[in-house]
């Protein structure tokens, strides 16, 4: 690369550094306090949260990682711009292609980064986190020990507590199970603990009572009322069992997802368009990246000089990068659906990438009028 390359290079990776950080900063503290909600409501730790929320920020960076990219180009172009570095760069002889050729190499730079997200960290990072919401849904303690809530752990069954101690001591519990048809049995008790045996998990209740109200054969309720001094409670039945988690389509390696072979498919339920739709995208999202650095850079330098500042460069860029990305969503649905139509996941970085030529051709033509003939006096 040459020195100009290097600097505009280094100033598009500043940038983008600085703006990669913002939005990821805003996206993920915006997602991590709808997660500490869920969490602290089911009795989870802070280092539950903490684990959950790092998990989940390879996927908010592939996220932000082109919209940082495309803000980079814009700004440091328009701040290039302003203070005539481009304009001294094409007195001297640089064409719009030529300038354009460090925003190609900062456009592959992110790819690569982008790229080895999609491909490596995002489906690690997935499989992590949804084995975590599994034992995180499968645990007891996040279904019973909610204080001064009326719960329902599973169908006809209702507890409450009153309030927990420190060390985990259930305070005034009360438990209405009433699973049996014609059969309600409501218990009470000043104190219970959860305990764990060879069975599964046990409710152990002290100093309480057991009401059963049950129908006779001719029809006419009966109320039996035992008292207790401790109870042993099977709360195993409440709980659905699980059979071993099947990963996800997101969470498949690109490799598998491009074969698409008939075990995958049956795992996930997906369809092979389904499949190689996530395989192909993962290659698709980094190109378009490309195209729309390019775009954006292309925008900014096409137009005529204003006094007003370039605000009309910087709206058709906008415009551009809004309209890439929702013709992306376009063909994204369709390639969902059809198989023979995955490869249009590719059409949007292909169309940006003519956009952009055409646009730095037209920015040529523009440089360059036309010379007109000399009229003698």
């Not at 592959?108 to 034992?135: I, Y």
């Not at 390019?294 to 605000?311: Q, Y």
Request: hydrophobic fraction near 50%; glycine fraction near 6%; aromatic fraction near 10%.
């Amino acid at each position: 690369m040459s020195r100009f390359d290097r600097y505009m290079l280094s100033q598009l990776m500043m940038f983008f550094g600085f703006f990669a950080l913002v939005l990821v900063a805003v996206y993920w503290v915006n997602s991590a306090v709808r997660l500490f909600d869920r969490l602290i409501s089911d009795n989870q730790s802070v280092w539950v949260f903490l684990e959950l929320s790092a998990l989940s920020l390879p996927n908010v960076i592939r996220l932000m990682l082109p919209v940082a990219a495309f803000v980079a180009t814009v700004y440091a172009t328009q701040r290039m711009a302003s203070e005539s570095e481009l304009v001294v760069m094409q007195a001297t002889g640089f064409s719009p292609f030529r300038l354009a050729r460090p925003v190609l190499f900062f456009g592959l730079v992110v790819a690569l980064l982008l790229g080895a997200l999609t491909h490596f960290l995002v489906p690690m990072a997935r499989t992590r986190l949804n084995e975590r919401n599994s034992e995180i849904s499968d645990n007891i303690s996040s279904k019973f020990l909610t204080e001064g809530t009326f719960l329902h752990p599973s169908a006809a069954v209702t507890l409450f507590i009153r309030r927990i101690s420190a060390n985990g001591e259930l305070g005034e519990f009360f438990l209405s199970d009433r699973r049996q048809p014609g059969s309600e049995t409501i218990y009470a008790a000043q104190s219970a603990f959860l305990a764990r045996s060879d069975t599964g998990p046990k409710l152990v209740m002290l100093d309480g009572m057991a009401q059963t109200l049950r129908d006779d054969p001719d029809g006419t309720p009966r109320l039996s009322v035992t008292r207790f001094a401790n109870f042993t409670y099977d709360i195993s039945g409440l709980i659905a069992a699980r059979g071993p988690r099947v990963p996800q389509l997101e969470e498949r390696s690109t490799a598998a997802l491009l074969s698409a072979n008939t075990q995958l498919l049956a795992e996930t339920g997906a369809t092979a368009a389904q499949a190689r739709f996530e395989g192909h995208d993962r290659f698709a999202k980094p190109l378009l990246t490309i195209a729309a650095v390019l775009t954006g850079f292309a925008a900014m330098i096409g137009g005529s000089f204003s006094r007003f500042g370039m605000w009309r460069q910087i709206a058709g860029a906008c415009g551009l990068f809004i309209f890439l990305f929702f013709l992306s969503n376009l063909v994204d649905k369709a390639a969902n659906r059809s198989d023979g139509a995955t490869l249009l996941v590719y059409a949007p970085a292909l169309a940006g990438v003519v956009i952009a030529a055409l646009l730095l051709a037209f920015g040529m033509r523009t440089r360059h009028p036309a010379r007109t003939s000399a009229v003698p006096a």
